[in-house]
Structure formats: C-alpha cells, structure tokens
C-alpha cells in the first residue's frame, strides 16, 4: 500500500457495484421499466446523419400495440405470407430449442443452449435481409439457419457430434458455420466475429459487390474489445454492416449494468463513433425487421453501418451449464413487460383476420411432429456418447490444407492407440 | 505435512479458502473477474466471498479479459493485490497483452519502483468434452514471457497451499487450474469411474493459512527406472499409467514451471538415466519441449535413452474426439515403454 | 472469391478511405475549420447527467480569445503567480525538447519525442490537479514532470540511459516512470496504460481514499480495444478519473480520420458510454485548466469519469525516426488556426499587465541557460554510445524480486562473454 | 537459382516487390496496416503500392492490431487474400486473440469451409536499440498454435521468394522479418561496419514472379563437425561465427518454422552427431526448445554431445544494454566449443 496522504479537505471516494433490481427471494416488479408506446418513435431518412439517429438510442422503436395492431412510420406492412412465415420459424426455432435441451438433459450431448423469448429478432433479421448477405451471429441466432431453411437435421447432427455433423465433431454443440445459408462459424470466443463482420463487409465494399453483412453480440460482450474494433473500423471505412446488440439483459450470472448499460444504452454507443443507432423491441417481430431493413437500405445505398440494440429479455438459464434461479428471481421472465415474441406476432396475425386458434394448434401439431421426425433421422446416425471413435484420421485434417509430417506421425500414433483400445482396427 | 486441524475438500474448495484466508489477513487482496461476484465464479472458485467482504472486495467484472488484467495493472500500481479469474484459460487471449507488456515487465522497466503482486487464476485442460474453447493448456504462452510466474496444482492440498504462496509473492502469478480434477482425480480411464477427492490424502487440506513454496517440485512417487515429469491433471495419468504397467518411475509433479525446480529434475533424471515428459497442451513448443531441452542439456551424459514426450496433438481440441485426443494411459504406456527400450 | 451473385438492381458498393484535406504539394489551409468564439460553450454543473455533456463534445471549451483575454464561464480566474509559472513550465518543455532533439541527432541517444504545440495541455492539466494524483502518461507528457518539479537532469539521464538513470538503462529515451511525481511508467505499447488508470482509480475508490487518476492518450492509439475497455470499466464502476484524448490530428503518418474523426468526435464517444465528455481547445492553457478541474471536481465528488478530447496539432514530426514532409505539406503547423500555445499565454499575461517582453526575454535566457546546466551534468554521467557494459548484473535484476537460478546463470554467462569482449573484468 | 532478369535489392525492397508482383497478379490480394497506405509503412515496405493499386487495395488503418487481423479474418472469409502488417512484432499482443482462437482455427472449426489465406507481416528482432518494445522475437508464441505457419527469412531472395508463397499459400501464415538485416547482414560485431546487401549473391533478386517454397529449409553452409540451426538474423551471426573459428560446421537455415524440414535437419545432425540451436528471443519455452527437443527425440543415437542452445537471456530487451542482450559472435563461439568438446 502506498502512503495514504493527510488530504483531510477531500472527501472519500467510493467504488460503485452496479447490482440488478431483484435477487432470488425478491418479487421482481418491472413497473418502473417505462415501455413507450407502440408506433411513437419516428423513422428518419435512410440517408440521415449518424447524430439524428440519437433519440432513436434511447426510446424504443415498436411497431406492435397491445392490441396486435401494426402502427407507426416503423410498420413495415409485410404480407399476410411473410408474416405467417416468420410466425412459424419463431415456433419451430422454440420447439428446436425444446427438444434439444432434452436431448442434452437425456445425455445424448455435451451442451445446449437456447434462445427463449429472442425468437423475433433473428427470425425477422433474416426475413429483412437478402439470402446472399453475410451473418457473423453468436450462439443465440439460431432462428436464422431456420429462417433461411437451413436443415433442422442438420443442426441435430452438428449438436450431437454425429457421422452428419458437417463439421466433423469438432465443434461444440450449436457452434453452426454454413457458408450456403451465409451464416459464418461461430465462434466460442466472445466478440471475434464483430470485427470480422465488418471485414467482410469491407471486403464486399472493396470488390464493388452489392451483398452486406450483419454481425451479432450479446449485451455482455460489448464489453469486449472485438467490440471497438468494429465500431472505428465500420465508422472509418463506412462500412455496409449492421451490427446487432441483443441485449437480453444477463450475460451468465451478471445483468446488463456490468456491461455498462446502467449509465447509457448500447444503442447510444453508435453515435459517439458515428455510426447510426437505434434502439427496438426485441420481442416485436415488426418493429425489429422494420430496423434491420432500414439499416439494410441505408448499407446497400453506402450511407454506412448501423448498430441496432435488440431490448429483449434471456427467458431462460444461460445454457445447459446455467441455473438462473441462483442470482434472479424465478418468476423474472415472466413479469417481463415486453411479452412473448411469438404470442404478440400471432396476435396481430389474429388482429389481421389471418390467423386463429384453430390453424395456430395444427401448426404446433405439426412443427412437433416435423421437429421429432428430423431428431429420430439425426438420432439415427448417432449421438455424442457413441462418437469418437469413427474416422479418427479426419482428426487431423484440416489444420492445413495438407498434413505436414508432424500431424502425419500423430495421426498414425493416434491410429495405434486407438487401434490398442478397441481391440481392432478404427473405422 | 499439515497445520491445524485438516478438513476434506476438493480443489475448489481448496481455492475458495485460499481466497478467504488471504482476504482475512490482507485488506489489499480484491477478487474479480467475470460471474465471480454475487454468482460466486461458474466454477464457484469464489462462492460466499462477495457476502462476507463486501462488494468492493469481490465483483463481477465485464466481458474484457484485456479490461480486468489491465484495471489489475492499475490496481497492483497503487497498492492493492489483484486476484482476478480469467473463466476459462481458452479466453485469456484478450488480456494476452494486458500480462506479456505490462503485468510481466512493470518491475523490470520501472527498475523495481513499480511491482505487480497480482494473482491471474483460470481453469485449463480437457477431458470434460468443453471443445475446443473449453479445453485448452496455454501454459507455454506463458513460460516463454519473462517477468510472469506460472503455477498448476494438481490436488486440493497443493491448489490451497500455491495459491496462497503466489497470493503472497511480490511478482505476478499466472495460476492455472486443472478443472478436469476440481471434483476428483482422473487417472485417464474415461470409461471407468473417478475416485472422488475424499478418498484421497492430498484432499486433506488444513484449514487456515499455510504455503505450499512456489518454485518447489513435488516427488510424489519415488522409483528407480525412470524419471516421468507432469504437472496438473498429467500427474495423476502419469502416476496411474506408471502403476498400471508397473513400472518402478519416479514421477515428479513440477506445480511451478516458472521457476522450475531444476534441482530435484537433476537429481532423479541422473539417477535414473531416463525421463519423460508429460503435457496436455498441443505438442509443438509446449512446455514439455523446454523440459526435454533442459533435460538433456544438464543430464545428457547420465541419459539412457532421449527423453519421450506425451503430449496432447497439434490439433485444435475436437469436442468429438476429447479421448482420441487427450494424452491418457495407452499412450503413456507406450511412450514408458519407449523410454524403457 | 466466392461466387458473385447477379443480383443487377443492388447499387454497387465502394468503400470509404479517409483522406487528410492536404498532402505534400498542397497549400494548407483550414479556413474551412470552424473554431468557436472563446467563452461561448457554457459550463455546466458538476454534477451534471453525461448526457448533458453532449453539447460540449462538438463544441470546443475556448477561454483564451484573440486578443488574450480569458473569458466566458470556463475563466479558472487564475492568479498571475499561477499562469507565470504555467507560462515558465511550457517554456521549458519546449527548450528541453529542443536540445534533447539535438542531442538525439548528435548521437548520443537513440530516439527522441517532441511535444512541439502540445505544451499548454500536459502543464495546464498537472497544474489543475492535486500533487498526489496520479498521471497515466504517453510519452507525449513530459510537461506533466516539468510542472511538478522532477528533475529535468534525470529526464536527461533517463534519455541517455546513463549511470544516473533510474531506469538503469532498460527503457527507450522518454520512457519516464516516478511514482512519487504520480507519473506511471510509460509503455512502448500504445493504449495499455488507458484501463490501468481506471484501475488505480477503482483501487482508490475501493480503499476510501481521495487521490483520483488521469489517463491519456493520443488520437490514433483510441481506434485500441484498451480505450474501450477504459471506459467501460470506467463507466460501470464510476471511477474516479480523468481520460484525456490529445488529439494532435496525426498517429505517425496518418491523419485522425483513419482512428474515426472523421465521423464523430473524441469526446463524442464518452457520452454513449454515459461518461462526461468535453471537447477542449488543447493550445489554450486556460482551457485546459479549466476543463481537468471540473473533471477532478466531478470525480472527487463521485459523480463519475470524464472524457477530455484536447484539440491540437502535432507541430513537429511524431519522433526522430519521423519525416513528416513524406506525407503532409511542410507549413502546415504554422498555419494551424489555434495558433500557439505559449505565445497565447504569454498574451494574456501580458494582456493582464502581469507580462512583458523584456520578462519574456529574461526568462527565455533564464531557461536556455537552466536546461543547457542540467545538459551538462547529465552527460557528464555518460550519454548512450558509452553505455551497456557497465554493471552488467543490473541487467538480470527486477525480472523477479529474487533472480532464480536461470536467470542467475544467464547473468554469469554474460559477465563471462563480458570480461571476454572487454579484454577485462567489466565494472 | 534465378528466373529472368534480376536486381540487386535489399530485404525492403525484394518485400516491397513480392506484394507488388502478388497484386498484379491476383486483384484479391489486399494490403493493409498502420501507416502502410499513403505513406508506405516506416519500414518503407509497402512504399508506391497505394499510389499503383488505389486507395481500396492498400490503405492506411486504424491503430488496433486486433481490428486489423479481425477484419482481415471477416475479409479471408469473404474470398479476399488480406496481406497486413503489423508495424513491430512487439504490438502484435492485441491481435493475439484474433490470430490463435480465429484465424488459425478456421479451416479445422468449419472442416474446410472457410479459410483464412492471409499473411500476417511483421518487422521483428532487436539489434537496434529499441528497447523493450521494438526488440521482441515472439516466434514461438506462434509456433505453439496449431493451425498457422511460421515463416522467417534471411536474405532478399528468400524474402521475395517466402512472401509470395505465403500469399499463395492456402493457410494463413506469420511472416517475422528480420529488421536488423532490412539493409544489410550483420555478422553480430556491433563494432564493425555492416556488409551492404549489394555485396551479397543473396541480394540478386529475380523480378517478377518466383516462389521460395514454405516448409524447406536451406544449408546455408555445408559441413561436417556440427550442425547449427538458425533462422532470421541469426542464420548471419552463426555463419560468421563459424567462419570467424575455422569450425567445419552445417549452418541450415530453417526458413520456415512451421511446418519444419525435419528431414534436412536429422539427415544433418546424424551426419554431424552435433547440433547447436539458435535463437534471439529469450530462451526460456523459445522455439529452439522444440528444436532440441526434436533434435534429441530423433537422434538421440548419433549424438555425441547435448544439443545447445545460444538465445536471448530470460529478460526483457533492455535499451543500453543491446550487445548484452543479443546473442553474439561470443555466445555463438562458446557454445560452438563446448558442442565440439
Ligand atoms: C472471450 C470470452 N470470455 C468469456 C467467455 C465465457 N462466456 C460465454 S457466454 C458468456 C456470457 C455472454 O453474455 P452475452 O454477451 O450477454 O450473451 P448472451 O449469452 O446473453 O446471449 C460468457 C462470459 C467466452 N465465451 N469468451
Ligand atoms: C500497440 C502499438 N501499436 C503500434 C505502435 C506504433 N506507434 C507508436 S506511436 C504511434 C502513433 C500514435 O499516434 P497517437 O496515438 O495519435 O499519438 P501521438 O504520437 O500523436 O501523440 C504508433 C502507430 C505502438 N507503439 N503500439
Ligand atoms: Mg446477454
Ligand atoms: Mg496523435
């Protein structure tokens, strides 16, 4: 310890712990939460400077009413189709989520990890977005495989490490990477691919090509440098990229204040770097595919990046790792004032006269009985605990382009050891 | 080999009290890093210390492994002692440069005005199907950079014991954590269960405040025909492998690799003649080759045979593949034979 | 490549370069620079929101206007003592930074860094804080040791890392460390020292003590992923500290636009982090002034960090390894519209009747004479050519506390290839 | 050894002139880096490439070495060849992360589907008087990481010949170049004049297009009594030493680190039953620890004394005490005698 000066006239600091509202025990009470109403905010120009982008940082752009109704400048007046479409992509994503989790809680994998209550905002990304643009997503963005058809099957058998995984068993359940769907490898590393977004952005920037990307961050990874990067390197370079914040308000155990969100919202982030911001309901089909299309045309148009803060709310544990009710109350998800993506987007399909009960139920029969169908055709090619064993020299594929001597020798030992094991040879 | 009466616990429990004794005894140890707060660390390193010291003692950190080394430097400058939690050993890349250009050579550039007793504590190795940013040993990223202690315990006695010694050391301290071991010993055979902790004499751990020294190697089985040299989960394959195939080794556990304990790997490897050295990290430029080096530097004229190295492959960790990969008996018991031939 | 979509009705995109107004062979000319009126921004309190800052991060705090009075409601109301004593510490820096530039291109060291135009900030910003507060420096802030009283003999033996550098000839010329001038040690590695002056700060706060830290760094080294872990760490736990931006418009040979000026300000950022920002014109000692104490003021108070952009311009090349005529015009220091420090200070003294030329003069005599003293006792304890065999131990010392036996080893080897070399046991 | 017309070149320029032939040739090869556009580098090794190819080819970025190798892995992944810098091996730390857990375990993490051919540039070595911070040799911090080559060259011809196959090259590849030796070899004796690249056979540069190919090592100098390895400067300062003794020794020059020429290096060592490493970087966990581990793993049988190393000692690269440091004509000329004892 240095010395402590005599400094009598000056007043003591104190360090300042941001801590979430409720704690387990607490009753969480989201009163105080003010939730503008929908169709308030307004919808500047697509060309607008970044800096009149900053009232949108704060308020919360929402399309949606309590009453299913689509209203404001923000209605993106999708066709009954499209919206139809996203409604069932939102569900299949849960039912996924759903089945998989079992999966893993029966021990048919390592890990699994869902996006309750997030269901909109990849989904209606993807819907906004064309097909050739690129996605950097994190683990959470699972609805835009789903929505761009990526095989459900396929998702399984990377999940469970099987003989269809395409990644070979290498990677951790749901760290998806399909260049056909344009969405990039995820990565375990927080905030990597938020760089990288912009890179390939340049890049199509730089080739005169027409494709943009859209990079993904979870509100406790902002913090990361990765996070900055791509800020300056997007500002600088004007960059067509969208970059997405989904701020589900916890990261594992710690909420959004330690991430900074307590003294300014990451929405308003952008704007100090130039960049566009706006800030939008996240459980909110409309007002998010609303956003990523602004943003979009603003990108196409080189009128430079976006960054879009989904404000939603992580409705479950953090993954299969993850109990929540050790640092939140169990009923937060629940209370939370923004409601249920899917409830709210088949509302207004209600509202539209495009939708009802009875065709809802048939759609859950349905997407229950498409979900099992594709697990039993995954399951059949095997789950984790069966696996490792198989081709093992495709182990050591892939570190290069071709297999320099030394992973040549591991191979073969590898192959020896394997070979000792099992009392005969691998397949 | 203990004080006061002993209690049984784990590793992580063994470095929960190392937390708590040294932040009873020193109001300058701070605790932070990413969950560790209220949550208690998603490995509970530090469960129940937030409650009994207060929030500005223990806090969770935001996602910057480069913002909590660097905060550290700041603190470590004024005067505190920073022991902070990297969550796993695979993210410590963003504060790489935070340790290799501040935390490493503050005392050296500042001719000792300036020092960094700080502790950086995170979980590494496989063999828990984490994948490959749950599994990795980056521990030679760390032994090449002058300026920095690196430490791995491989039992709750020693995790306690370490802890506190490098919590006290006036340099910094890299502290990885074999997490394969925090709940049991794992001797390799995935397809056999572990013995727990409990049943093990190292989890007896005294309560209150002890050292284990740093830059102290442990003999933890003495033998005759070969020298086996592993730290952290390695030690209890490399000990179970030896006894399995009856092999009559000296298996010597380093728990510090910088500084090593030069002396006690002299001393067997001239006795016996032979020496293996044993490591989870990818094999290229692993710890393990600065091992064989020195090994045959210093004992050449007394070697029998060249010294073996197991190690895991230069591969990324494939989650499918965790027992391909990850260095267990067989191929221990071939690399013994080897050095035996 | 991967394939190119026809995709005939999207705009082809291009990607932005920034690009500085003027390059070799143009004729500079920043009429186009809108500099604010001295006096006009306003102050607000203390305690104000961040958000309330954001005015203040576009505008430039201006106390010094053309005539060298200080007006408007930035005034510091600074006694002539006070600014005598700014106006000889600016003073000094510039003539040390000349002879050590000198010295440099005479060989007897090995690199050198001016802060030419720069002076007022570094001085203005010591002088506004407390003696025991700590600095987190670049190595753009010799004035901050000039006003506090280091001495300028040891600056000098640290710059030919003779026998009476404290360093003991480990670091590059200007490297400066002196914990009880409260100057951190300099790092060769940009942006590093930015999240340690928030931790010293944390450290503070957390013991209850009063001293509060100021970090600095330049314009370019903001695009670092440690500039943004700054402010959020900084943000998150309101420390206590001062974040100076000096922004002098180049990194080395490229302009502020490429670290992102060009689509929004420094101080800009700060408020989407929620911390206070203010943009400050760096050549005017007042304003500086001005500015650090209502950050202190503020961070004192626990009413949280605040963000300083310092508005200058790099008169000189960026170190003696540097050529600035390669890539910008060669007058263009002279036609920067915010003038001269030290000339403007010297105006307002003598505005203030407190000033006069012959004064002037006198002291300029004064210091030539004062700095070539110092120069001389320096030298006579060695410049660089005659170093680096002289207490050879040192070397291996403060690795560690205590030299294990490795480095025990090295350093017998060394002295071995030492004496060897020498032709005799060396000192 | 040459293709069609050469020039006389210095390291600068024969880099300068492979990025210049790789443009021409290939419009997806982008370059870029902290004062690399307009300007050219403060190495001068991207001088006139902006001015030929545009703004949008090489360009001046921002100073975040992360960012850099960041946007350079979304570029990659993109089907563009990025060629950045990185300005001093010293601040490649920020860009740690980016290059171990993203650019070299892309191809593996997405089995092939995405890869990142992207060369990483970077000035390192001391023998300048930089100071801690432009000195470093960071080589085996990459060498550990599976997934990426290590390349360093020695001379002009070598530089072109490495640069353009890396470029070509399907992996992502880190490229050190020796600063010391940019204008000149530098035989170690800091007290005498250095040797122009005019001078040397190895500064007559092919123009045009010619590949120096990744993964082979060259012996600089044939022998019998003992084999040196060295890479980058040292490959200069071991040939001196060599000859400056009268010692019949093979000087190989490895080239490229990763993936290595085993085979040049054991057909030597078995031939000469002596092996001498050399490294500047600090030698604790250096990459000439993997190689004396190899060395000894796989000839352990015809050699006749320990493998040696001379290296940088285990401290950071302190500014006056440069020809201290540095691995010179004596330490070079000590443990040539005690290999030959
Ligand atoms: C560099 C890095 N540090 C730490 C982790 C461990 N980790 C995985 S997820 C997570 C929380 C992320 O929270 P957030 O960004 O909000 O995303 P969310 O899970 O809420 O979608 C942490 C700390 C990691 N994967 N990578
Ligand atoms: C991490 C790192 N990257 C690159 C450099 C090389 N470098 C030294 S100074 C400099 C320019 C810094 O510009 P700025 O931050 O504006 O400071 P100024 O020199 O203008 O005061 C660069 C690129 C470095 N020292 N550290
Ligand atoms: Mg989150
Ligand atoms: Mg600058």
Known sequence: MTETPTRANRPALALHVPEPAYRPGDAPDFSSISVPAAGEAPRPDIAAEAEATQPLTTHL?????????????????????????MLKDMKTVRVFDDRMYRAQRQGKTSFYMKCTGEEAIAVAAATAMDPEDMHFPTYRQQ???????????TMMCQIYSNAGDPLHGRQLPIMYSDKKHGFFSISGNLGTQYPQAVGWAMASAIRGDSRIAMGWIGDGATAEGDFHSALTFAAVYQAPVILAVVNNQWAISSFSGIAGAEQATFAARAVGYGI???????????????????????????????????????????????????????????????????????????????????RDAALDKDLDAFVRAAQKEAEAMGTLPQQGFDNIPSMFEDVYADTPWHLAEQRDASMAEARE??????K | MTQGPTKTRNMIEAIND????????????????EDVGYFGGVFRATAGLQKQFGKTRCFDAPISEGGIVGTAVGMAAYGLKPVIEIQFADYIYP?????????????????????????????????????????????????????????????????????????????????????????GPFDGHHDRPVTPWSKREEAEVPDGHYTVPLGKAAIVRPGEELTVLA???????????????????????????????IETIEESVKKTGRCLVVQEATKTSGFGAELAALVQERCFYHLEAPVERVTGWDTPYPHAYEWIYFPGPLRMKNALKKVLA
């Open chain 2, 18 to 33: 190392a937390h708590r004794v040294m932040m009873e005894r020193d109001e300058t140890v701070v605790v932070y890093g």
């Open chain 2, 95 to 183: 504060g790489y440069d935070q340790i290799v250009s501040e935390v490493a050579r503050m005392r050296y550039r500042t001719a000792g005005e300036w020092t960094m007793p700080m502790v950086i504590r995170s979980p590494y190795g496989g063999g828990i199907f984490g994948g490959q940013t749950h599994s990795q040993s980056p521990e030679a990223l760390f032994t090449h950079i002058a300026g920095i202690k690196t430490v791995i315990p491989s039992n709750p006695y020693d995790a306690k014991g370490l802890l506190i010694a490098a919590i006290e050391d006036p340099d910094p301290v890299v502290f990885f954590e074999p997490k394969r071991i925090y709940n």
């Open chain 1, 143 to 153: 609805g835009l495989l789903v929505a761009r058809g990526y095989p459900l099957k």
């Open chain 2, 231 to 261: 730290y952290g989960t390695m030690v209890h394959i490399a000990r179970a492998a030896v006894e399995e195939n009856g092999i009559d080794a000296e298996v010597i556990d380093l728990r510090t690799l910088v500084p090593l304990d």
């Open chain 1, 276 to 358: 566009a911001g706006l800030r939008v309901d996240g459980n909110d089909a409309l007002a998010v595919y609303a956003a990523v299309r602004w943003a979009s045309e603003r990108a196409r148009s080189n009128k430079g990046p976006t960054l879009i803060e989904f404000f939603t709310y992580r409705a479950e544990g953090h993954s299969t790792s993850d109990d929540p009710t050790g640092y939140r109350p169990a009923g937060e998800a629940q209370k939370w004032p923004l409601g249920d993506p899917i409830a709210r987007l088949k509302a207004h399909l209600v509202a539209l006269g495009e939708w009802d009960d009875e």
């Open chain 1, 421 to 426: 094991f099992l009392g005969h040879e691998p």
């Open chain 1, 61 to 85: 752009v929402r399309v949606l009413d309590d009453e299913g109704r689509a209203v404001g400048p923000w209605d993106p007046r999708l066709d009954p189709d499209t919206l139809r479409k």
